[in-house]
């Protein structure tokens, strides 16, 4: 037995640095919690010669195996983010016989059930809360206080990025382009926006939740996914009209022992409480068979929140160290199948660009009654500028249809020679 738990840290950047002043700051309180006090070992980095607020030089290393040697860490908290080095470090301190909490939901979506197994294999956990929605909690309250339901459907708003940017393209009516430009002024978004506004940083933490949520594998390559890049002033303002906004909504449902998974944008109606969920918040909605709907909703990244999830994992392992309590056999992944996209039901949003004839309508209401497709309302909208004259802009909404029945459909409109454009289609909710 030894006097303090050993934590090592692999990348003090943003969020590591906010870590180790956070366990400086609350050192005795910490202490208090857990029975020992935890102590800062080794931290690791590329560069050894720049000096890191609260750790020692002779703290730092660029060398995991000085991490992996070190008899006194019981903890590793991998805060580097990259799938690589990241996902074999991982494993190694896990083969070394070390608990590992990371942040990295790249990792996790990608090699989270071989490694929640290896950690099984090695009597160690590997937890990972500040994954998914960065400091609200969601992936504890999943495997602990709602373990007794059978949770059915996960619809979520899961990077703030990318509501950002569409909760101010709603309140100021402007472009995508104008909006992004001021997203990355203000360090809201990447100087490269792929990750976030084509919505793969989204496929990862709804995979991670998939696992968690139905205990299926889901890779993130299986998440059908449309970003935000296409959305423009006229969608928002139109999603406006017909009562709802739109937000880059994260869905994952269980139906008939298959799941369906998605990440696309959505309109969603204005009453829904996932509407009103602004800015950079995230937030996470789960059915449950016995609870119903729950939501959790809070800040989704930055460092004070990452951190609260982060340290709230590394208390969580030095008190089961502390207590000697073994940790709970891995329960097996299911691995079920993932729906495609033309499997998907949703009701449907449709913007189609027509000259402005009579019949056109007549025309691609029968297309869609063809397809066994209803159409729920329909509103159209006389262009406004020059370059558009002579065209009209039809919005319709259908109800619930197949992906497939759709894109067939849509595949007959766009022949029609009075379609000048099939705009964005985008499935509705609420
Ligand atoms: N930022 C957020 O709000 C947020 C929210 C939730 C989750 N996360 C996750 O938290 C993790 C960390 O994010 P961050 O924003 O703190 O990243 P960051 O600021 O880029 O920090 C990365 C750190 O890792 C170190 N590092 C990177 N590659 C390394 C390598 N090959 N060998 C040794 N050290 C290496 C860097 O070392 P040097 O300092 O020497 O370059 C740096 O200290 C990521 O997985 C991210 O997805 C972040």
Do not use: W
Request: hydrophobic share 45%; glycine share 10%.
């Amino acid at each position: 037995m030894t006097d303090t738990v050993g934590i090592s840290l692999l990348g003090p950047g943003n969020i590591g640095s906010a870590v180790v002043g956070a366990l400086a700051r609350g050192s005795d309180r910490y202490a208090a919690r857990v029975g020992r006090p935890l102590e800062l070992r080794r931290v690791l980095v590329r560069d050894a010669s720049k000096p890191r607020d609260g750790v020692r030089a002779d703290q730092l290393t660029t060398r995991i195996e000085d991490v992996l040697a070190d008899a006194g860490t019981q903890i590793v908290v991998e805060l580097m983010g990259g799938e690589e080095p990241a996902r074999t470090y991982i494993e190694q301190s896990l083969r070394a016989g070390k608990h590992v909490v990371t942040a990295n939901k790249e990792v996790i979506a990608k090699a989270g059930a071989a490694l929640l197994q290896i950690a099984a294999d090695h009597g160690v956990r590997l937890l990972y809360e500040a994954s998914v929605g960065g400091g609200i909690p969601v992936i504890a309250p999943l495997s602990r206080d709602l373990l007794a339901n059978e949770v059915t459907a996960v619809t979520a708003i899961i990077n703030g990025t990318t509501n950002y940017m569409l909760t101010a393209m709603t309140q100021q009516g402007a472009d995508y382009g104008a909006i992004l430009a001021e997203a990355q002024r203000l360090g809201y978004a990447e100087p490269d926006p792929t990750a976030d506004v084509e919505g793969f940083d989204a496929s990862y933490k709804i995979a991670v939740l998939c696992g968690l949520a139905f205990n299926v594998d889901v890779a993130p390559g299986e998440v059908t996914r449309q970003g935000i890049s296409g959305i423009t002033a006229r969608d928002i303002a139109y999603a406006g009209q017909l009562g709802s906004v739109i937000k880059l909504l994260a869905r994952a449902r269980l139906v008939d022992g298959e799941v369906e998974v998605s990440v696309q944008p959505t309109l969603i109606g204005r009453g829904e409480p996932l509407a009103k969920v602004d800015g950079v918040l995230n937030a996470v909605q789960l059915e449950g068979d016995l609870v119903g709907r729950v939501l959790f909703e809070g800040p989704g990244a930055g460092p004070g929140p990452t951190t609260s999830s982060v340290l709230a994992d590394v208390l969580d392992i030095a008190q089961d160290i502390v207590a000697e309590r073994a940790p709970r056999p891995a329960v097996p992944r299911r691995r079920v199948r993932v729906r495609p996209p033309e499997e998907h039901m949703a009701r449907y949003y449709l913007r189609i660009r027509v000259l402005d004839q009579p019949g056109v309508l007549a025309r691609i209401a029968k297309s869609l009654g063809d397809a066994q497709i209803s159409i729920a309302s329909v509103i159209q909208f006389d262009s406004e500028d020059q370059a558009t004259e002579g065209t009209a802009e039809l919005v319709l909404t259908v109800h619930r249809a197949s992906g497939a029945a759709l894109q067939g459909a849509l595949a007959e409109i766009r022949r029609m020679d009075s379609v000048v454009e099939v705009g964005n289609v985008l499935p509705m909710e609420g």
